[in-house]
């Protein structure tokens, strides 16, 4: 069965950095597509970051430069480091398997950025 | 990477039928057939429903259905069941290795 369990969430001051983790079981995050999805406070939800198979991440326009998405293949684990965060990245944050069709979610976890 | 536009609400009562619309331009939902919808619960993670336009995941009830034309892709959901009544947001590939949501729908099943 898969399973996705993310954690990392916290209160932060603007400014400051962050990293969330997205422990997988079930299967192997390395050779699967990965990505991160997040949703602000009673907002719509809005993709961050994807990693692929192969290693190559892209990002959206609003996190580029400030987010980095990587992985521990030992530990079967996602990450996605923040920097530099902003009242606007308050969200809860999701990691999905895939990339196109995200067929498999963690139950996210909670990043608020107090300015 | 604008988000694709979706009606904020739809709703139908028990037994008919409801679709949702999500519009978006010939670089993403009109360019690549991969688009696919979620249904979220209040609380919940969401769930996919729909990829690649129009094939369903394994579980998935067969009323729900997925199509697109141009630049908007359409889901149906016929015979509304209580349980359908939930956020639902489209999802598309935007072409350069990005992608994008719609802006979401909330079903209401009077």
């Known amino acids: 069965e898969v399973r996705l369990v993310e954690s990392g969430g916290d209160l932060i001051q603007s400014g400051g950095s962050l990293r969330l983790s997205c422990a997988a079981s079930?299967?192997?995050?390395?050779?699967?597509?990965m990505s991160w999805v997040r949703q602000a406070p009673g907002k719509g939800l809005e993709w961050v970051s994807v990693i692929y198979s192969g290693g190559s991440t892209f990002y959206a326009d609003s996190v580029k430069g400030r987010f980095t998405i990587s992985r521990d293949n030992s530990k079967n684990t996602l990450y996605l480091q923040m920097n530099s965060l902003r009242a606007e990245d308050t969200a809860v944050y999701y990691c999905?398997?895939?990339?196109?069709?995200?067929?498999?979610w963690g139950q996210g976890t909670l990043v608020t950025v107090s300015s | 990477q604008s988000a694709l536009t979706q009606p904020p609400s739809a709703s139908g009562s028990p037994g008919q039928s409801v679709t949702i619309s999500c519009t978006g331009t010939?670089?993403?939902?009109?360019?690549?057939?991969?688009v696919s919808w979620y249904q979220q619960h209040p609380g919940k993670a969401p769930k996919l429903m729909i990829y690649?336009?129009?094939k369903r995941p394994s579980g998935v009830p067969d009323r729900f259905s997925g199509s697109k034309s141009g630049n908007t892709a359409s889901l149906t959901v016929s015979g509304l069941q209580a349980e359908d009544e939930a956020d639902y947001y489209c999802y598309s590939y935007a072409g350069s290795n990005t992608y994008v949501f719609g802006t979401g729908t909330k079903v209401t099943v009077l």
């Open positions: 079930g299967f192997t995050v390395s050779s699967k597509y």
């Open positions: 999905a398997k895939g990339d196109s069709a995200l067929d498999s």
């Open positions: 010939s670089s993403d939902v009109g360019g690549y057939n991969y």
């Open positions: 690649e336009v129009s």
